[in-house]
């Protein structure tokens, strides 16, 4: 499709990332990731307000949250650039998008994105198991398959979306753990992540950790091949004797270090904004 619009000095471009206590916070740790590498003037626009108030702890100097993805025109012009990080859209509101903007660029599920402190860590890893079940746990799942790492010594990564009183009980349950903010920490200290967010498995890959990802019923299978290439364990159905047989062998496991060669993306991105 031949591009019908002319960047000027006023063209601007933005990038929607889906997010929600539903849904979590890895399509934005995936945006904080492509962002803080791109040189370029983008307003980060989430789908919760909560996370917007605080993206600047994040490096994303601009960020303005939005109660659904239609009101994106609300905040963008016609001819404006879109990078687009959601399953949200169906195919007509797609390439209305496309009319819209002068450059609509979709971000697959299965995009790897890379922080260069991840890259960079030297951290010691000087935490033996920590647990991460994600950002988001509206229905309180943790806490229904706390069996899976019962025996464990564990450290537990807390999440963005918990209730008050849920994450009051699992401080309790845990009385070693990150909170929300602990999350580079985390990742750079842990030798073996047991996770169900496949960010986290990348982070945890780039920082020189040892991931196992468990497979979550409402989240995407879409890595799960890139997880293999990469000798990533895959857990399902909280299955505590693999767990245990995957942790009691990790040593034997060959996993992939990513490197910067994996951040190929950032590049992607550069190129589609200069067309």
């Given at each position: ?10 063209t601007?471009?933005y ?57 994106i ?22 390439e ?83 909170e ?17 967010s ?24 879409d ?13 399902n159905?909280?299955d505590k ?9 990790i ?8 490197t ?16």
């Amino acid at each position: 499709m031949t591009n019908k619009f002319v960047n000027t000095p006023y063209t601007k471009t933005y990038y929607y990332a889906h997010t929600g206590h539903r849904i979590g916070l890895d399509r934005f740790r995936r945006a904080v990731a492509i962002l803080n590498g791109l040189d370029e003037d983008i307003t980060l626009l989430t789908s919760d307000y909560r996370i917007a108030q605080i993206a600047r702890e994040f490096g994303i100097e601009k960020c303005v949250g939005l109660d659904v993805v239609r009101n994106i025109p609300q905040i963008a012009n016609n001819g404006d650039r879109l990078i687009f990080d959601s399953d949200e859209a169906n195919p007509i509101m797609i390439e209305d998008m496309k009319e819209y903007f002068s450059a609509f660029i979709p971000i697959k599920n299965n995009s790897i994105a890379i922080e260069e402190k991840f890259l960079n860590a030297n951290e010691e890893k000087s935490i033996k198991i920590s647990y991460f079940f994600g950002d988001d746990d509206y229905e309180k799942d943790l806490e229904k398959n706390i069996d899976f790492v019962a025996g464990l010594d564990i450290y537990l990564q807390l999440g963005f979306y918990y209730f008050l009183d849920y994450e009051a009980m699992l401080e309790k349950k845990f009385p070693n753990h990150f909170e929300f903010e602990e999350y580079d920490e985390m990742i750079m200290k842990t030798e073996i992540l047991i996770t169900c967010s496949p960010q986290s498995v990348i982070d945890s890959l780039a920082s020189g950790g040892r991931p196992i990802y468990v497979q979550r019923e409402d989240y995407i299978t879409d890595y799960n091949s890139r997880f293999e290439e990469w000798n990533v364990p895959i857990v399902n159905e909280y299955d505590k004797n693999h767990l245990n047989v995957i942790i009691n062998t990790i040593s034997q496991r060959n996993y992939v270090k990513l490197t910067q060669n994996d951040n190929k993306i950032i590049e992607l991105i550069k190129e589609s904004l200069t067309l």
